[in-house]
């Protein structure tokens, strides 16, 4: 009640099954909050930084594999990505480069990336963790956004920064092997000078904690420029050790990632555990379905992480060898879509699948605890109450104050909050989508919102009086759903969802029906404007790399999965459906092209009401829709 005074009574209301439920899945998530909190708190008056809990960790046991790399196979002990982190924190230092200033870090996924940021935060420098995929003018807003004072690149990534020209005034330092590509002008290479730096600790530590900022990530991307997020020390444990405790990792585990590095999953989620409690992880630069399984079979891998539509790659995959005598324990995620959730753990045996929501910045990270399978293969709560499978986390409706975030009702088009009398806004009930807002308190380094480096940026994810005068919240910008016992789904993200015919329609569910109908294709969804016409149309991207599609037919096979008004108005087939770097599909610059088909390069086509199906949209086609002459 402290917490939330106003919040409605009719939310702890449950039904009668669940007192037993929720006592044990309660326990298991307030004792991982606790203990999480403990840690932090004992920390914190220690003094301690993510670089000082890496050091006790390659202490403990400095010639256990610490990071391999499953391209060339080199092993980094804790013991050598101590003294390499060393190297750089010296040469930093010698530099000019000390406490609070920042240095871009732009390489492939390896693990002298994670050597050079750590090296970095032991010299109390900020990294900026660039995405890789960026170019040009995304590439220079990454650099610059910063206040970067250098950067340290990849050797790969030479032309990409050449082609800045004069538009990069910062240093570059490169590092690894000189191919034949171009580099910047006044490159500078950073072995030699790395092979002269002591591999000792520095002898005058920076006085970092754990309310100091350790590196910056950008957000990924999908509805604009990146935005660089604030990742503070306490930040990189709380989501690494939650992981850790919540699904009972072990320091003899071995991860496998193919996510990239500048990405908080990868980084955090993944590196962390390596870090902060001693595992071994596998990196891998780039997702390959192909060899995903023989890598796991050859590193006697434990854990996987998977993210956006990785998990249907595999399953594209035809049956191999590998994938049935594998070790792997483990998924751990988000993203998985709940039709293909059942398919995957039958097929590859992955005892538990650890589902669950976050992002970089926000402070409402949640988990699915128990979607797991039991020794006779059934999911242990599935069986009872068929409600795992799909969920992406659970809140206690009981006691939902001890992790205050909540599900509050807003317009669907444009996620502005809806707000009651008092000025309150509004909480939503069991099966009523909403947007996920988590409560601020800066005190509290489970509760608190760091932001971005842009003021304005941070400014526009908070809000006020959300569900009592004077309380803030964090706006996650993603529509989520509870059920009567407290598993939430992942619903939208945000704009996602459109209204039309008077409905709102949800492009998560159109994606999934559709991508079901035609073989687990990729599949984007979004609504676009038609002249005088009321709300967004549907309109569905379709992957079709070979042609073959023929939608004639498809709108007969939507009317037994779909309503009216959820079915799509137009069809663009395309070769390919650009994806974020981890692996979320792109829709921005869809949603910006529309339906014209002068402005459209791919085979476009528009429902025919009165015959029920498809059909080609060219030029008069169109002129007639925007003319009113054609009625949906």
């Known amino acids: 009640p402290h917490i939330f005074p106003n919040f409605p009574k009719f939310h702890c209301k449950i039904p009668q099954i669940s007192p037993k439920f929720h006592k044990i899945h309660c326990k298991i998530g307030l004792w991982v909050l606790l203990r999480v909190r403990h840690n932090l708190s004992r920390f914190r008056r220690r003094g301690l930084s993510v670089p000082a809990l890496f050091a006790a960790a390659a202490r403990r046991r400095p010639d256990k594999a610490a990071l391999v790399d499953a391209v060339s196979g080199a092993v980094w002990t804790f013991r050598h990505l101590d003294e390499f982190s060393n190297a750089v924190a010296h040469l930093c230092r010698h530099l000019g480069y000390g406490p609070g200033a920042v240095v871009a870090v732009f390489m492939e996924s390896c693990p002298e990336f994670v050597a050079v940021w750590l090296g970095l935060a032991k010299a109390g420098v900020e990294a900026a963790l660039v995405n890789s995929h ?187 060898e590998a994938e049935r005598r594998h070790q792997l324990r483990l998924a751990l995620g988000n993203g998985l879509r709940a039709q293909l959730w059942p398919e995957f753990q039958r097929r590859f045996q992955i005892p538990q699948i650890g589902e669950f929501y976050g992002a970089t910045e926000c402070n409402c990270s949640l988990a699915n605890l128990d979607g797991q399978v039991g020794k006779k293969g059934k999911k242990i709560w599935e069986k009872i109450w068929g409600k795992s ?39 939503c009930a069991p099966g009523e989508p909403g947007l996920l807002v988590g409560r601020i308190d800066q005190r509290d380094p489970l509760r608190r919102f760091d932001g971005y480096v842009s003021a304005g940026a941070t400014r526009s994810k908070i809000a006020r009086d959300v569900l009592a005068k004077g309380d803030q919240a964090y706006l996650s910008g993603d529509v989520l759903v509870m059920d009567d016992l407290g598993y939430l789904y992942f619903r939208d993200r945000g704009g996602d969802t459109f209204r039309w015919r008077g409905e709102n329609v949800s492009s998560t569910e159109v994606e999934g029906a559709l991508s079901r109908l035609l073989g687990q294709a990729d599949v984007v969804v979004y609504g676009v404007e038609i002249p005088g016409a009321e709300g967004r149309a549907g309109m ?18 939507l009317v037994p999965v779909l309503p009216p008004y959820a079915r799509p108005v137009f069809i663009r087939l395309l070769p390919h459906l650009d994806t974020t770097g981890t692996f979320k599909l792109q829709k921005t610059r869809l949603r910006g092209e529309g339906w014209d088909p002068r402005l459209v390069p791919d085979r476009l086509f528009v429902l025919d009401p009165q015959r029920g199906r498809y059909v080609p949209l060219d030029g008069e086609m169109h002129a007639r829709i925007c003319a009113g002459k054609t009625r949906f």
């Open 389 to 427: 499978v799909g969920a992406c986390g659970f809140n206690s409706r009981i006691l939902p104050n001890v992790y205050p975030v909540r599900l509050v009702k807003v317009q669907p088009d444009t996620l502005e909050l809806l707000r009651d009398s008092r000025g309150l806004c509004v909480p």
């Open 134 to 320: 960026l170019r040009r003018e995304g590439l220079l807003h990454g650099l610059t956004c910063s206040g970067a004072r250098a950067v340290v690149y990849g050797t790969e990534m030479g032309a990409a920064l050449c082609e800045l020209s004069s538009a990069l005034t910062i240093p570059a330092l490169s590092l690894g092997p000189a191919g034949p590509g171009p580099i910047p002008a006044g490159s500078r290479a950073l072995e030699p000078l790395l092979e002269q730096a002591p591999k000792t600790p520095l002898g005058n530590e920076p006085g970092r904690g754990m309310d100091d900022r350790l590196f910056y990530i950008y957000t990924s991307g999908t509805t604009g420029m990146p935005k660089a997020a604030i990742v503070v020390h306490s930040r990189y444990y709380r989501i690494a050790a939650f992981a850790y405790f919540a699904f009972r990792m072990r320091p003899d585990d071995v991860i496998y990632t193919c996510l990239p590095l500048y990405h908080s999953a990868g980084n955090i989620l993944g590196v962390g555990q390596c870090l902060l409690h001693g595992l071994t992880v596998v990196i891998r630069p780039k997702f390959s379905a192909s060899r995903f399984w023989d890598d796991c079979v050859k590193h006697r891998c434990t854990i996987f992480q998977y993210i956006g539509e990785l998990c249907r790659f595999l399953l594209a995959q035809p049956v191999s």
């Open 540 to 557: 569905a991207a379709i992957a079709d790399p070979h042609s073959r599609l023929d939608p004639a037919g498809l709108y007969q096979a």
